[in-house]
């Protein structure tokens, strides 16, 4: 499958893509919030152990899971929709956390496409905080962008860098790309 309707915002933690996703959500976009900070919530909450402080094979086989249901929840959208990372974001998160990409997420990565343009964003230590589902040092989340900008390129998808700028106007910059490219 592919929608060329489906736009990534990713990038490192505390790069400010989530609160730019809630500036797209206020322009009125249709946007999908990250499936990992929703899968530590959860797991937190009932005590589970698929987090990636606990069982990281799992933590991925959910992100996985979780993206593709997501992909496929909003599958019958024409107007563009805005993803909090996608299915690529777990294979980044393999390769950075020494776990192989096994059969199951390489098909999922080359059988779900979004639009070939990705939106990333760099991680910035004067904004960066970490919290109860965030909890790498900033050297981590550093590492973390280049992993995703490397995954992203390997599966053919084009990287364009969000400019930092206060939120409102990033997005407005997001919003503007999309309708138009050139």
């Known amino acids: 499958m592919y929608n060329k309707n489906y736009f990534i915002l990713t990038g490192g933690p505390g790069s400010g893509k989530t609160t730019v996703l809630k500036e797209l959500r206020a322009m009125g976009y249709l946007t999908v919030e990250e499936a990992a900070r929703e899968i530590i919530r959860k797991q937190v909450l009932s005590e589970g152990n698929a987090v990636p402080w606990g069982d990281l094979v799992k933590y991925s086989e959910l992100m996985r899971l979780r993206s593709v249901l997501d992909y496929l929840e909003y599958a019958h959208v024409t107007a563009p929709c805005f993803f909090d990372r996608g299915i690529p974001d777990t294979f980044a998160y393999n390769k ?9 997420l390489k098909r999922a990565v080359s059988d779900y496409r979004y639009n070939k343009n990705v939106f990333l964003f760099r991680p910035r230590e004067d904004i960066y905080v970490t919290d109860d589902e965030r909890k790498q040092d900033f050297e981590t989340a550093v590492r973390t962008y280049q992993v995703i900008k490397e ?29 138009n490219p050139g």
Do not use: C, Q
């Open 96 to 104: 950075l956390t020494g776990m192989d990409v096994n059969n199951e």
């Open 151 to 179: 995954s992203y390129r390997e599966n053919g998808y084009v990287l364009t860098e969000v400019p930092f700028l206060p939120p409102k106007e990033r997005a407005k910059w997001v919003s503007e790309f999309i309708t």
